[in-house]
């Protein structure tokens, strides 16, 4: 290195390392830009939330909170937590709310953490119903070494069995009654089963992730009105923030959430990202204005969409509950255990169309699923609405049930895409894209 100027020579060999790391990064981008995403766990976030999370906040630290810090220099730090903080009360309608989660995961480790002690018993949705891993005995639930007992399952209508799970939970007594899945079709019918929970002396779990955005923009149920003590969620899926979490409670007690304080820092966290915590009070503030409206679209572009793949000739699932009240779609293409889901993933990837396999009710093998998760949060955000959801139901049907050859259908992904990049239900008075890499 010369000491003067500071200019480094890096070999050759190295440099080609950092470019193609580079260059992998951009690509991802584009493909985002030129394709439809369609993961229902996945978002794209406004411009302010884009230059937040790229700013001089990401290598910063701070632990405790807004006002007891480790370190100097957190005084604008603890102007943007304490926003953020009052935001996500308000937002949430929630007497309580920890915006420090650095993932819906790690936000329920936290409350796995300060609601129960290992050995206990939960009870909660398996993963085969849609649950999700941390849910599980090989996730958050095996770590805080719970015992698990699933809740019997109804099919047909793709929620608990009211009556048998209320059964099993007077039964078990669990410590903590968990709520929530990643398939998530349809409100879960809380209330009876939060009672019963409340009965044996369990506390209430509801695990939002996937539905928050649509519980603050109050398009999908109100767990905290319906029971719920502890509500978890990612701050990425339905509601359009960076990656992170959020803890929130119904508890106006202080020693109740004083507890829920510290299974964050120093339960769970160190520093918590402070970028991706800057991005979500900017992503609240946001919400506020467009909230409401965004998840009252998603919604309707999920049905719409579910009616116009059914149209086409699709196997939708919960066709007798109208397919879906959230942002998601299921869809079955083969037979249980087939990989008929795996397959149609792949063919929609080679046509710029980005999913996920799922397993449907009935399928044992999580790699061999017979369906695909869809998801529209993404498409609503950059402005797709019911009649363009046709479109995309066409775009499918090319693909996966007239055997048009992908690449060809890439070509229309692409140009239907290019029309609508620009990021809706935010502060983006500039009409920036949100697909911001070249
Ligand atoms: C996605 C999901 C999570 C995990 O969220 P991350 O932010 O990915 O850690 C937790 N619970 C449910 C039900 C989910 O679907």
Redesign the pocket.
Known sequence: MDQRTGAWTPSEENRQLGLTVLEAVKSSGRLYRDGLGMIA?ENIVSPFVQDIVASDLHGRYAEGLPGKRYYQGCDDFDTIESLGITLAKEVFNAPFANIQST??????IGALKALAKPGDRITAVSTADG?????ARMGAVGLRDLALTTYPWDEARMEPDIDAACAMIREVKPKVALF???V?LFPTPLKEMADAAKEVGAAVMY????VLGLIAGGQFQDPLREGADVM??????TFPGP???FLLSSSEDEAYQKRLNTAMFPGVCSSYHLHHVAGKVMALAEFKEYGEAYARDTVANAQAFAQALAAEGFDVLAEGRGYTASHQVLTRHGALDSGAGAKAAHRLEQAGIITNMNMLPGDTKAMQPSGLRLGVQELTRVGFDTDLMKDVAKLYARVLLHDEDPASVKADVRALKNEHHVIRYCFNEEGRSGYPVA
Do not use: P, R
């Open positions: 766990s993932s819906g995961t790690v936000s329920n649950g999700h891993i941390s849910h929530g899945q990643s998530f695990d939002g992730a996937h978890t969620g990612s701050s990425h899926k990656q992170g979490g």
